[in-house]
């Protein structure tokens, strides 16, 4: 998505550590003009793949998730971080390690959102070493759902998690895959 | 809003403690051409307001804020619960106590995403002690921008937060107030 890349280039912000921030317009302040776009981006790419509920995860995920779940008409599920008082009931549960935040989460969805036999897109900002579309793919095939596909905005081609899900046979699409990223440059693949 | 009350009547399920679980469609499950229409309705009412950005909490706002950032073209921030690595910079803080949660957090916005100045659209899913609302204009308004409303989708009325905001000169509005709230009955104001 040529518009990504620019927007990349322009706002992106290459920090220690691997961290490529994108407040500006992704994941602390939101472009929703853009966010429009991103969500018509994943519309056409997924459009023949029969999904017919949207999963993400909170919090960065729902603001991508809500826009492809717009553009579909589609309904959209996040898996929670913390059991709170609000989620009831059976849930699906799964590790996920999170290196941005150097912590592990239990993330779950109530059982009740989904029903076995469902075809499910997967949804998120970041797909680098693909701890959380692994922990979400878990949940769904937990559940009996199928996973149609899984769709990140920005992939670390690097650290390598969207080619192990490749290998293992899942649809995976990132709308930008950055290949190579210093304090100077990002290279897209 | 009569969508909204009528979907609160069938879909939404009072738990013990006061919990209105409305996870089917607002904040577990999101509805996303109900979605749509909350963003409408919350443009028609703050058309006037000349609101230039909205501001929310992770992560249950955000999808409300979506909405109605994209029915309005205005970009969307919201405040982390948690410090991450993708914040950088210096921050402005505030303390909120969750009832729902039973926790207290320090809500953070980076402080290039707020410029003094700023007139500034508050939006929430739920409006119940007022802890997150008062902690978003506090926020705001160290930042120096203005507020000009504050919008909650779903606004316990029998729990003051909202009233305590009115008497103190805010312009709060929500899209169904909840004055009454029984196992078997929910009595809208």
Known sequence: MKDLKDKILSEGDVLPGGVLKVG??????????????????IRSLFADSGAEKILTVESSGIA????????????VVFAKKS???????????????SFTHGTDNHIMVSKEYLPSGLKILIVDDFLAHGSALNGLIAIAEDAGCE??????VIEKGFQLGGDNLRARGYRIESLAIIDEMTDSDIIFR
């Open 64 to 75: 991508i998730a809500v826009a492809a779940g717009m553009a579909m008409d589609l309904p």
């Open 83 to 97: 059991k709170t008082s609000n989620v009831s009931g059976e849930i699906y549960t799964s590790l996920v390690h």
């Open 24 to 41: 500006s317009f992704l994941n602390q302040q939101i472009d929703t003009v853009f966010l429009k776009k991103i969500g018509e981006e």
């Open 147 to 152: 996973v149609v596909g899984c769709c990140s």
